[in-house]
């Protein structure tokens, strides 16, 4: 699965930095990823074979510094496999290559648009997701996948993600009381998935809902109960 010449003897995610200790100097990459995360462990609640990571080094190699995306997703791995949790993602060990990369573009352009996408490409990395609320005149957000190589632009917004399960997707909303555009998870009908807030607010309008329809429920049970004492007939006693 990887075609890479590696050193006969490897080191373990443990013995290698988790990071290239490059500091976010955009609040929303951290942000970002971390939203998504966040709908994934709602969605995926039962699931034990994925892992999303954010800011956490990739290593391909031993000799070579890690690549750092904003965040990443990997199917087929172990979701925990210690109580410490992982360090650092290691090709090698994992034997799985993320099949989702996302790269939110900073104040500092890191040529996300070529040298990245040329690594990710080289990688074998399925989609390659790169995020700019500073463009103009294109789409903030770009989906690339993986053909024969070479990635090509995917059309749309929410862009549906058949080896994932999911679509991705931009829209207005709030997050830890920002209201701006954010990326989310969509079904295959094109209909978001919700927040962690979101889903709690939904959770207690529903339970609140029910509690109404329990109480109207009592007082049409009792105004009936009157209504047979009315008419001398013992509610209590109907057998």
């Not at 965040?71 to 989702?100: A, K």
């Not at 889903?199 to 809902?209: M, S």
Request: glycine letters at 6%; one cysteine or more; proline letters at 6%.
């Amino acid at each position: 699965m990887l075609d890479y010449d590696l050193p006969r003897y490897l080191p373990s995610a443990e013995e290698l930095p988790d990071s290239d200790e490059t500091p976010v100097d955009n609040e929303l990459q951290e942000l970002m990823p971390g939203l998504l995360k966040a709908i994934l462990l709602i969605l995926w609640a039962e699931r034990m074979d994925w892992l999303f990571g954010i800011d956490m080094g990739i290593y391909y190699h031993s000799d070579k510094p890690p690549i750092v995306p904003d965040g990443f997703l990997s199917l087929g791995v172990e979701r925990f496999y210690d109580e410490e949790l992982r360090p650092s993602y290691v090709l090698w060990d994992e034997n799985v290559v993320p099949i989702f990369v996302l790269k939110v573009v900073s104040q500092n352009y890191r040529k996300e648009y070529t040298t990245k996408l040329d690594e990710y490409a080289a990688l074998g990395v399925l989609y390659y997701v790169i995020y700019s609320s500073r463009r103009r005149r294109k789409p903030y957000l770009e989906v690339h996948k993986l053909v024969n190589g070479k990635y090509e632009l995917q059309e749309g917004n929410p862009i549906w993600l058949p080896e994932i399960g999911l679509g991705i997707g931009c829209e207005r909303g709030n997050y830890c009381g920002v209201t701006r555009e954010w990326m989310y998870w969509y079904d295959q009908q094109g209909q978001r998935y919700l927040t962690p807030a979101e889903q709690i607010k939904q959770e207690t309008q529903r339970a609140q809902q029910e509690a109404q329809r329990a109480e109207v429920a009592e007082q049409k049970v009792q105004q009936l109960t009157e209504k047979l004492r009315a008419l001398g007939i013992d509610p209590d006693n109907l057998g």
